[in-house]
């Protein structure tokens, strides 16, 4: 098995329901497996597109699958909870993105591993932190200490990864 971690994010609808209900599809879905959630965080928006605060959070995943079979469930599942792209940077209602895979540096068409802006985003990278805090960049570099050169303002945990995901 090899261990990823998807960020997870939105602001549109009941956005804590969503991910409760994406993991829990992640869980089932052949070849993953949720081993840890974050905190939930509320965020500021990022890009300057006028909208609501997010809520954002991780799971660590252990998987069989294949980074590029990995990012297709994402995509699917974010299909599946009315996702659109038509805005950039906008208002969604499910956001999972795949920003780390262990021992995986990928530049390929629509999926680069470590997630390209990962060490300048704060609301990605706290919750990686918090599930996966052996997890390092390309360089080897620890993600725990780029976390701690990182503003803090606009992060703001809101609960615990009980309101992420509970298998039970």
Do not use: C, K
Not at 91 to 102: G, K, N, V
Not at 118 to 129: G, I, M, N, T
């Amino acid at each position: 098995m090899n261990r990823a971690v998807v960020g997870i994010g939105g602001n549109v609808g009941d956005v804590a329901q969503a991910f409760r209900d994406a993991l829990g599809e992640l869980d089932r879905a052949h070849g993953v497996q949720i081993v840890a959630a974050s905190s939930l965080y509320r965020t500021e928006p990022v890009g300057g597109v006028e909208q609501d605060d997010f809520l954002n959070a991780a799971a660590l995943v252990a998987t069989t699958l294949a980074p590029q079979q990995l990012l297709r469930l994402l995509l699917d599942t974010e299909s599946g909870h009315a996702r659109t792209r038509e805005v950039h940077w906008g208002p969604r209602t499910l956001d999972l993105d795949l920003l780390w895979y262990e021992g995986v540096a990928l530049a390929a068409p629509g999926l680069i591993l470590p997630h390209p802006r990962l060490h300048e985003r704060r609301f990605a990278l706290q919750p990686l932190v918090e599930v996966a805090p052996f997890a390092t960049d390309a360089d080897g570099r620890p993600y725990g200490e780029i976390l701690a050169m990182l503003p803090v303002a606009g992060v703001i945990v809101v609960g615990d990864a009980r309101l992420v995901y509970d298998p039970t």
